[in-house]
């Protein structure tokens, strides 16, 4: 066993890429392991790795870690991008939070049947600029600094990146009424650890298409 972090999920994004940003970001080499079929989803469960039943699995530091915001808590502590007091990680478990529910949707978009789909990029074209987008436009804008919080990088910064890249991949032009927005994208994407992770051939994801999604429904049939 090396010391890296292993990720147990399927081969896309999902509720695993916004960790593989996070470790990404704090410069942490991973190992994956892929699901493709039921029958290794069902031996997770039935050795006991899983202990609600659900992906995504880490294992860190001697612990197999299930659920999202928990291993994103674990990892965002240890490697010092959770703020420096409680009211500094008070914010950022607000904003991060708040990009969660955006994420939320374009995370279920590839699901969406064929008819629902250019309703509900509508429905994220509107959250984005008129509910999520705005929040961090004016944070940026009134304490003029480079980060979210306490003007130094930490996990908000991240999931904010990884949520304009994610937005802009259906709707290209929707930074286009944030100037800041545009700067703090254009400052994340030249970090030497987040200029690595968008390069071709890092452990990024590409977006969710048909044989994902078909995988997914494969893996996770009742």
């Known amino acids: 066993m090396s010391g890296k972090p292993r990720l ?9 890429e916004p960790i593989r940003w996070l470790l990404a ?13 039921k029958e ?19 294992e860190i530091d001697g612990m197999k870690m299930v659920q999202t915001r928990a291993i994103m808590s674990y990892i965002a502590g240890k490697y010092n991008l959770y703020g420096k007091d409680l009211k500094e990680r008070a914010l950022i478990d607000m904003y991060v939070e708040g ?12 699901f969406s049947p064929p008819d629902a789909k250019e309703k509900n ?20 804008k009134q304490h003029g600094q480079d980060f979210l919080v306490g003007n130094k990088f930490s996990w908000a910064d991240v999931q904010l990146m990884e949520a304009i890249l994610a937005v802009e991949e259906k709707v290209p032009d929707v930074l286009s009424g944030f100037p800041k927005l545009q700067v703090f994208k254009t400052k994340m994407s030249n970090m030497p650890t987040i200029k690595k992770f968008l390069q071709p051939g890092s452990p990024r994801k590409p977006p969710p298409d048909a044989h994902y999604v078909e995988t997914v429904l494969k893996v996770f049939k009742k």
């Open 121 to 140: 990029l509508e429905s994220i074209k509107e959250r984005a600029t008129n509910r999520y987008f705005p929040v961090f436009e004016k944070v940026l």
């Open 8 to 16: 147990t999920y399927l081969n896309g994004r999902g509720r695993m």
């Open 99 to 110: 990009i969660s529910d955006l994420m939320q949707m374009i995370l279920m978009f590839p």
């Open 40 to 58: 290794q989803y069902d031996k997770l469960i039935k050795d006991g790795f899983l202990l609600f039943q659900q992906v995504p699995l880490v």
């Open 25 to 37: 970001a704090a410069g942490v080499e991973f190992e994956e392991v892929y699901l493709e079929t």
